[in-house]
């Protein structure tokens, strides 16, 4: 997995399961657990490339910028993903 080809295989494919977990678990109620697996997915896939961004002055190619964009975009469907699961908790309880 060292090479680019196995990066942007893995890259590619953290994406692909974040976006399918998410559109699958779009119905259910409650779904905690999703949300923190989302989450911490986005925050695993940007914090090294957000770290590389850093110790390097001057970026020659746009793949650490394109990696901290992707994990930031899946840490906010973790994020939608716990929204729409508190509201749905709030108006179960408040109705049942």
Sequence with gaps: MGTPEGMLLLGTSAIVM?????????????????????????????????????????IVFPGPLVGVIVGLAIFGLGVAKGIVAAKAKAQATATG
């Design 18 to 58: 974040s976006i399918a977990a998410f559109v699958v678990s779009w119905k259910k109620e409650g779904s905690y657990v999703i949300a923190g697996l989302l989450g911490a997915t986005g925050l695993a896939s940007a914090v090294p490339t957000l770290l590389a961004l850093i110790s390097f002055p001057v």
